[in-house]
T-cell receptor, first 113, second 115 residues
Framework: DAKTTQPNSMESNEEEPVHLPCNHS???????IHWYRQLPSQGPEYVIH???SNVNNRMASLAIAEDRKSSTLILHRATLRDAAVYYC??????????????FGKGTKLTVNP | GAGVSQSPRYKVAKRGQDVALRCDPI?????LFWYQQALGQGPEFLTY????????KSGLPSDRFFAERPEGSVSTLKIQRTQQEDSAVYLC?????????????FGPGTRLTVT
């Protein structure tokens, strides 16, 4: 599985936008970029995923670099409930691609009131 | 609707004891996963089922770990002769169908402490 690199931690203020970066310089053409987050004492939850184009959903936006070697998860207005560890994960969605999620250490986001 | 549930939420075992951890996936979900999460680390894959078939058990750390899903719904992760290094949170996840296109829904985990 291709590797991703994320900062260990980031800090934000409530109601401000947050940009969480992820580097994946060895990404292959069939790798989708997925983001999950894990709130304290809970299991991870899916946030968003994309291939080449930027994506938006009710939780966040995903901006993908043109060369696909990096991406950024954008929380438009951070709330205290967004404090979590955010994981950037590559998933090969071709037939026979591995089903499992390969987590790194993620980025621990702290949101200040 | 009901999400993935796991029981017990907390388990304390003495070294050498056997433990069984239960996972109830979302109804109708074909795929089921087990992950192990050590303190301060991201979850690590243990094993994967599609219905009752165990298709990947490459992440099981030793032959003391055994998982089953006999009727294609509820799954049990069993750890025999527990060791201190088995202390971790054990997470179960399910997804609607097989294939990496489907998001995984996680349960709250079972925190196992081996003393």
């Amino acid at each position: 599985d291709a590797k991703t690199t994320q900062p260990n931690s980031m800090e934000s203020n409530e109601e401000e936008p947050v940009h969480l970066p992820c580097n994946h310089s060895t990404i292959s053409g069939t790798d989708y970029i997925h983001w999950y987050r894990q709130l304290p004492s809970q299991g991870p939850e899916y946030v968003i995923h994309g291939l080449t184009s930027n994506v938006n959903n009710r939780m966040a936006s995903l901006a993908i670099a043109e060369d696909r070697k990096s991406s950024t998860l954008i929380l438009h207005r951070a709330t205290l409930r967004d404090a979590a560890v955010y994981y950037c994960i590559l998933r090969d969605l071709t037939q026979g691609g591995s089903e499992k999620l390969v987590f790194g250490k993620g980025t621990k986001l702290t949101v200040n009131p | 609707g009901a999400g993935v549930s796991q029981s017990p939420r907390y388990k304390v075992a003495k070294r050498g004891q056997d433990v069984a951890l239960r996972c109830d996936p979302i109804s109708g979900h074909v795929s089921l996963f087990w992950y192990q999460q050590a303190l301060g680390q991201g979850p690590e894959f243990l094993t994967y089922f599609q219905n009752e078939a165990q298709l990947d058990k490459s992440g099981l750390p030793s032959d003391r770990f055994f998982a089953e899903r006999p009727e294609g719904s509820v799954s049990t992760l069993k750890i025999q002769r527990t060791q201190q290094e088995d202390s971790a949170v054990y997470l179960c996840a399910s997804s609607l169908l097989g294939g990496s296109a489907y998001e995984q829904y996680f349960g709250p985990g079972t925190r196992l402490t081996v003393t």
